[in-house]
Structures are given as C-alpha cells and as structure tokens.
C-alpha cells in the first residue's frame, strides 16, 4: 500500500469539500437578500460540481471542485407592497435558496470532510506504526 497516495487522494478530498462548504455558505448567507432596484433578479443559488483529474505524479485520481452551476429554478415570490425592491404588482423576489437544504448539504460536506480527515489519520498511524515495528 502507498501512503503517500493515500494520504493525497485524501488531501485532495479535503480541498474539494471546503469549496463546496464555501460555496453552501455563500448560499446561505444570502438566502434572504433582495435585489437592489424593482422587477431584479436577486441572487441565484449556486450549486458545486467535483470532477476527477489523473494526478501523473502519484499515479492516481484525485477529486477537485469543479465548476460552481447556478441553479436555475425560480425564485421565491413575497407579497410586500412597500418593499423597495417590490415590482408593479407589489411582489419582491427573494433567493431560490431553501435554508433547509443548504443546512443538509453543509453537514453532508462535514461528514465527507470527517472522512478525509480520518483517513489522513489512519494512515499516519500506519505509518508509525511501521517506524515503531521497523525500530524494534
């Protein structure tokens, strides 16, 4: 077994899941934002993608974070006639961002970066565990 390549696709699993993590805060720090002048569209839910690569120099695949998509269901509509940003009918579009998903998403992201995280952890122990065998 390679350590090392463990260790890495590991690694590489970290990295893509703190994108998505970033990516499901942004969602969730907007999801009750408004646009900035009536009949605007306000901010569209943004939904990330991994996409696997051939890393030449472990001879493995590693996984990344591709691109980021936006989700193009429709936004939220609130009857709010005083609103700034309402329309001539008096509704204001609000984020298609449904806070529940986005809660179930992050701590979906939480639990695969726990998992990296452990096998970065198993390994390491592995291989000290190795040393300690090697030194007797």
Avoid: C, W
């Avoid at 990295?15 to 934002?33: H, L, P, T």
């Avoid at 579009?93 to 449904?98: A, Q």
Wanted: charged content about 30%; overall charge positive; proline content about 5%.
């Amino acid at each position: 077994m390679d350590f090392m390549k463990t260790m890495a696709i590991a690694a590489s699993g970290l990295k893509a899941q703190s994108g998505r993590m970033r990516v499901i805060s942004e969602n969730i720090a907007n999801a009750d934002s408004v646009p900035n002048a009536p009949g605007a569209d306000p901010y569209r839910r943004k939904i990330p993608t991994f996409k696997t690569e051939l890393d030449r120099s472990l001879d493995a695949r590693v996984v990344e974070l591709g691109r980021v998509a936006t989700d193009k269901s429709d936004f939220r509509l609130k009857y709010e006639p005083g609103h700034p940003a309402a329309d001539a009918n008096g509704n204001v579009k609000y984020p298609n961002v449904n806070s529940l998903v986005e809660m179930t998403d992050m701590r979906e992201a939480q639990r695969s970066y726990e998992a990296n995280v452990n096998i970065i952890s198993a390994t390491r122990r592995m291989i000290q565990r190795t040393l300690d065998i090697l030194k007797a």
